[in-house]
């Protein structure tokens, strides 16, 4: 395929993903798109709430990370198993998948914040919400490995505890290692001193990108003592309705 195509089709991935978005926003309520920020805020505010009975667990995850080191494109993959070769900064968003973790179904939320500097305020607000933390650099990028530390610091700060939060360390990119500059052992003993686990992926190939998510998530639920109660979203509203044969397992709240 020569690169004219391959633009071609990178511009239609997006495109349909961003229709898939629009679409999901109009009429949908379940197996859908993406959902808008404004919907976090309320799930906040509301993250207090009793738990429905027999309602699925809501395992609520951020991505954290400089930018440009493939946040989107690590959520997109594992949303829709897609690869967009555009970089189009994130301000946020957010998307809910329905999984079954280790036999158990449950969902999970997952915040796509921005790297970019210009939206580190506003950061404070959505870390609040998060329960587990994806932590990417990428590994050709050392200030985005050096910047990793400071957005734990950020997390453990608005967590407001020494280190009891669930995240993993992820070295993303790893489809281009002959051009790496952070090497795998100095990213892992990083890991290891925070307490957490280190994995390396590429979003392009698809490589560890579930790893990543489960993992939190098995990491989450063990905090949780293994039936965790909801937090604030009533997933009661997304089960058992028929799809519409969008992308599965999604849901627009
Ligand atoms: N080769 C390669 N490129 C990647 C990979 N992941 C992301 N990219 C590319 O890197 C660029 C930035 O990716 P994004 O996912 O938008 O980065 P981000 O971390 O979300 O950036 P912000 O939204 O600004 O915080 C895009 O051009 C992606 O196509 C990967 O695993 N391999
Ligand atoms: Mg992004």
């Known amino acids: 395929m020569d690169r004219v195509e391959e633009k071609v089709l990178s511009a239609w991935k997006w ?27 309320a799930a906040k505010k509301t993250s207090n709430a009793p738990a429905s009975t027999g309602a699925p667990v809501v395992h609520k995850v951020i991505m954290v990370g400089s930018g440009g080191v493939g946040k989107s494109a690590l959520t997109l993959q594992f949303m829709y198993d897609e690869f967009v070769e555009e970089y189009e900064p994130t301000k946020a968003d957010s998307y809910r998948k329905k999984v079954v973790l280790d036999g158990e179904e449950c969902s999970i939320d997952i915040l796509d914040t921005a790297g970019q500097e210009d939206y580190s305020a506003i950061r404070d607000n959505y870390y609040r919400s998060g329960e587990g933390f994806i932590c990417v650099f990428s590994i050709l990028d050392a ?28 070295g993303n990119k790893g489809d281009l290692r002959e051009q790496r500059v952070v090497p795998a052992e100095v990213a892992r003993s990083r890991a290891e001193q925070w307490g957490v686990h280190y994995v390396e992926t590429s979003a392009k190939r698809r490589e560890n990108v579930d790893k990543v998510f489960y993992d939190l998530m098995r990491e989450m639920k063990r905090r949780k003592g293994g039936n965790a109660a909801v937090a604030g979203i009533d997933v009661n509203n997304s089960s058992g309705r028929k799809k519409r044969g969008l992308k599965k397992h999604c849901t627009i709240l």
Do not use: C, H, W, Y
């Open 15 to 41: 495109l349909k993903l961003k229709f898939i978005q629009l679409f999901a926003f109009i009429f949908g309520d379940d197996d859908s798109a993406s959902r808008d920020v404004e919907a976090m805020a």
């Open 143 to 170: 200030e985005s490995f050096e910047a990793t530390n400071e957005f734990r610091e950020q997390i453990l700060r608005v967590k407001n505890t020494d280190n009891a939060v669930p995240i993993v360390l992820v």
